[in-house]
T-cell receptor, first 109, second 115 residues
Framework: QQPVQSPQAVILREGEDAVINCSSS?????VHWYRQKHGEAPVFLMI?????EQKGHEKISASFNEKKQQSSLYLTASQLSYSGTYFC??????????FGTGTSLTVIP | EAGVAQSPRYKIIEKRQSVAFWCNPI?????LYWYQQILGQGPKLLIQ????????DSQLPKDRFSAERLKGVDSTLKIQPAKLEDSAVYLC?????????????FGPGTRLLVL
């Protein structure tokens, strides 16, 4: 049930781009993306609904391919503040929510 | 707007003892979630309430964990008796209505260490 994220970890230099993928073995109603910094609670980034729409949030955007049961998070021109662990969250039935395995992102100067 | 409140922030107990965590969601939020996050893993949903009714508790170890949300506002999660593997951060989150289009707002969490 738990969606699988890739890569598990990535290190970037400031200004570089990154893509984080989230794959589910089951059909999805929606995909959520959260970022969690060490020792803190997860913070909401965005929600994507069925329909393959892409959403944007400053330099962070995401897509959702419901046929492939996948979502991707795009971080462009990364900043130091982007460091943290990124989790996708998938809603299978409208009432069952599973967080993904997580991707650790480190941005270095 | 006040965020999700949780207490205590830290708790250390010995195995076989009992422990309770408290959560007060954002005012007006109908849905409340309890998650368990083991170090290095993603949060795992334990139970989801819609007002004071349970929507999903399929991953709650019911032989030792219990939760209630009386009056549809604040909630308590209890572990009795605790095991070593229960050491984790317990996160509470709330959303306005619930369902697949809602943002979840998380509290600071309670760090539990079972010795």
């Amino acid at each position: 049930q738990q969606p699988v994220q890739s890569p598990q970890a990535v290190i970037l230099r400031e200004g570089e781009d990154a893509v984080i993928n989230c794959s589910s073995s089951k059909a999805l109603y929606s995909v959520h993306w959260y970022r969690q910094k060490h020792g803190e609670a997860p913070v909401f980034l965005m929600i994507l609904l069925k329909g393959g729409e892409q959403k944007g949030h400053e330099k962070i955007s995401a897509s959702f391919n419901e046929k492939k049961q996948q979502s991707s998070l795009y971080l462009t021109a990364s900043q130091l503040s982007y460091s943290g662990t990124y989790f996708c969250g998938t809603d299978l039935t409208g009432n069952q929510f599973y967080f993904g395995t997580g991707t650790s992102l480190t941005v270095i100067p | 707007e006040a965020g999700v409140a949780q207490s205590p922030r830290y708790k250390i107990i010995e195995k076989r003892q009992s422990v309770a965590f408290w959560c007060n969601p954002i005012s007006g939020h109908a849905t409340l979630y309890w998650y368990q996050q083991i170090l290095g893993q993603g949060p795992k949903l334990l139970i989801q309430f819609q007002n004071n009714g349970v929507v999903d508790d399929s991953q709650l170890p019911k032989d030792r964990f219990s939760a209630e949300r009386l009056k549809g506002v604040d909630s308590t999660l209890k572990i009795q008796p605790a095991k070593l593997e229960d050491s984790a951060v317990y996160l509470c989150a709330s959303s306005l209505v619930g369902g697949n289009q809602e943002t979840q707002y998380f509290g600071p969490g309670t760090r539990l260490l079972v010795l």
